[in-house]
Nanobody
Framework: VQLQASGGGLVQAGDSLRLSCAAS????????LGWFRQAPGREREFVIA????????VSADSVKGRFNISRDNANNMVYLQMNSLKPEDTAIYYC????????????????????????WGKGTLVTVSS
């Protein structure tokens, strides 16, 4: 599976932005999908993830209520809808995919910082001005 994120850009605080991640390869629907971000000078951090069936979502406290994730298995796409953006959301955003036998195990890969992640995409830069 190859992943490519897009949709980043420069926005103002309070704006919304939707990131897309296109996947190539087989069995896309079998993977849990999610997003990480890395701000300048900081470590990579987990943002949000969605189970392969689409029933389980986990997100970082910093984005709860503002960010949503969705997937389109027919078109091998995953989306990150970001609302009420803040300057501290400025970062390079990466999509990622992992396969585990259970949704719980898959979500753990995301919430544990991405160690053991199967696939990473190239990032897209989001800059939020104040």
């Amino acid at each position: 599976v190859q992943l490519q994120a897009s949709g980043g850009g420069l926005v103002q605080a309070g704006d919304s932005l939707r990131l897309s991640c296109a996947a190539s390869g087989r069995a896309f629907s079998q993977y849990a999908l999610g997003w990480f971000r890395q701000a300048p000078g900081r470590e990579r951090e987990f943002v949000i993830a969605l189970s392969r069936a689409g029933y389980s979502t986990v997100s970082a406290d910093s984005v709860k209520g503002r960010f949503n994730i969705s997937r389109d298995n027919a078109n091998n796409m995953v989306y990150l809808q970001m609302n009420s953006l803040k300057p501290e959301d400025t970062a390079i955003y990466y999509c990622a995919a992992t396969f585990r036998r259970t949704a719980a195990r898959a979500m753990e890969v995301f919430t544990n910082g991405g160690d053991g992640m199967d696939y990473w995409g190239k990032g897209t830069l989001v800059t939020v001005s104040s």
